[in-house]
């Protein structure tokens, strides 16, 4: 049977994304998401301070089952070279 999987993306106060659909035992997933928000002190806060969650499904038939669950801090993303800028 093919494995398929998928990436469930939760930031902020958004509603959660999704990735397509993705073959194979080793996926690479080419996705990007953005989200827009107000530049005010509890965004900056949260950004400071709180984590993106990242989940992995796999896609069976009709359900989904969740694989892993990662956090990735905003901070990590946002301030250290190699993974974005600060604006």
Do not use: W
Not at 28 to 43: C, G, K, L, T, W
């Amino acid at each position: 049977t093919e494995v398929l999987t998928m990436l469930c993306v939760d930031f902020y106060d958004h509603k959660s994304k999704t990735s397509d659909l993705t073959h194979g035992c080793r996926p690479m997933y080419d996705e990007q998401f953005s989200f827009e928000n107000r530049m005010n002190s509890v965004y900056i806060n949260f950004l400071q301070s709180e984590k993106m969650k990242i989940e992995i499904y796999l896609k069976p038939s009709s359900s989904k089952q969740l694989l892993g669950t990662c956090e990735v801090g905003m901070t990590e993303l946002i301030f250290n070279e190699g993974y974005g800028t600060a604006v």
